[in-house]
């Protein structure tokens, strides 16, 4: 069973950074691309980012891109979501996923299985 463990998040002032864990376990990880989500109250999931298997390649959505770090360590099943200079927009709940692709999907899409989300909210 796919099992999907989001943490890491909590209240931060604006400029500040949160470090998301997703602790992934009852597949084999190396062979999933990994994603990160957020979702604000009353709206569908937007991307934020993915990371590929084996090559471990990198997708951003715009508004992640120069201030988030997704890195994944497969000897521990985990992706890491390395959040800086966070605004106030950024406050939603965020979910890890994964594809059962190595690569990741176009638009960071295409996920099959999901975990339950962690909240960050960023105070101004």
């Known amino acids: 069973e796919v099992q999907l463990q989001a943490s890491g998040g909590g209240l931060v002032q604006a400029g500040g950074s949160l470090r998301l864990s997703c602790a992934a376990s009852?597949?084999?990880?190396?062979?999933?691309?990994v994603g990160w989500y957020r979702q604000y109250p009353g709206k569908e999931r937007e991307g934020v980012s993915c990371?590929?298997?084996?090559?471990?390649?990198?997708y951003y959505g715009n508004s992640a891109k120069g201030r988030f770090t997704i890195s994944r360590d497969n000897a521990k099943n985990t992706v890491y979501l390395q959040m800086n200079s966070l605004k106030p927009e950024d406050t939603a709940v965020y979910y890890c996923a994964v594809r059962e692709r190595r690569r990741c999907g176009v638009g960071i899409g295409g996920m099959d299985y999901w975990g339950k989300g962690t909240q960050v909210t960023v105070s101004s």
């Open positions: 009852g597949f084999t990880f190396d062979d999933y691309s």
């Open positions: 990371i590929s298997s084996g090559d471990g390649s990198t």
